[in-house]
């Protein structure tokens, strides 16, 4: 269920990646740019955007203290670019994103077991 905000944003209890794939495809299909959605061409699409999150900003701090309603715009805007043509690269792939996800997080704990007497490590 959406509900429109004055400045048009939509807002959701919650959004599928099944919501998404569903819109992203009809979005494509009545402008008729199925044709330019290879597989290459959209994540050549997803690392154009992905450079641009972050340009210019240095170190950047939990929670953007500080940072502009503006640049907080842009960048949930930039965010999305990304997420958007990753749900397309994976639709086109014919693979079920999220199923892949989640089964990669087991994959991750399995490999990074939770060991409660050691430090927080930094990562692998
Ligand atoms: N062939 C295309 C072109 C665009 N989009 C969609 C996915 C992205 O969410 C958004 C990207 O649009 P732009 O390339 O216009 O990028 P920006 O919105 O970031 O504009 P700009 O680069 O001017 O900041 O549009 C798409 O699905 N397929």
């Known amino acids: 269920m959406e509900h429109s905000h004055d400045d048009g944003r939509l807002s959701t209890k919650g959004v ?64 999305s670019d990304v997420l958007l043509y990753l749900v397309q690269l994976a639709d086109v792939c014919g693979l079920d994103l999220g199923q892949a996800a989640l089964s990669k997080m087991v994959k991750n704990a399995h490999k990074y077991p939770v060991v409660s007497s050691s430090p927080p490590s930094t990562g692998n």
């Not at 340009?55 to 503006?70: C, F, H, I, M, Y």
């Open 16 to 79: 599928s990646l099944q919501e998404l794939r569903d819109r992203l495809s009809e979005f494509a299909s009545v402008r008729g740019w199925d044709r330019f959605h290879s597989p290459r061409n959209l994540l050549l699409a997803l690392v154009g955007e992905l450079s641009e999150i972050f340009q210019w900003k240095g170190e950047v701090a939990r929670g953007l203290p500080n940072w502009t309603s503006d640049d907080k715009e842009h960048l949930e805007e930039e965010l």
